[in-house]
């Protein structure tokens, strides 16, 4: 009867290891900071205030500068700046690029992904989603 008392003890330890092992608590949440972005390469796409799609390539150069290209368009350089809820882009552009121009919020961000949105109202809200496909990229 000992024997069975403990073999149920090791087995309660080893599920209650398990199960506090895999909790979500653990994973390192990301802050978007100029290092984060440093020679990182994204692909992904542009919604406009009128609803539509456009593919489109950003690279941040360092971590002051980038280039932008937004599908069927020449790309444009921009500058930006960058807090722990938003970029801010400064385009040396001043023709389509200006959809991009601005404070855009970090929505949601991990390893790989990104999704900002401009913080117009939501009628007229912009939304950018990416995923890196250059730098650092984690797996």
Excluded at 60 to 67: A, D, L, P, R, Y
Aim: charged fraction near 30%; hydrophobic fraction near 35%.
């Amino acid at each position: 009867m000992i024997k069975k008392a403990n073999i149920y003890f090791i087995f309660f330890i080893v599920l209650v290891t398990t199960l506090v092992s895999c909790s979500k608590d653990d994973e390192k949440e990301i802050t978007v900071t100029p290092e984060f972005l440093n020679g990182t390469i994204w692909k992904g796409s542009f919604k406009s205030r009128n609803d539509l799609s456009y593919k489109m390539v950003i690279s941040f150069i360092n971590k002051e500068k980038g280039t932008v290209r937004i599908y069927r368009c020449f790309g444009s350089n921009f500058n930006y700046k960058v807090n722990s809820k938003n970029i801010e882009f400064d385009t040396e552009s001043n023709d389509y690029y200006n959809y991009f121009k601005g404070v855009w919020w970090i929505d949601k961000v991990d390893e790989n992904s990104l999704i900002l949105f401009s913080h117009d109202e939501v009628k007229d809200r912009k939304i950018i989603t990416l995923t890196k496909t250059f730098g650092d990229k984690k797996k």
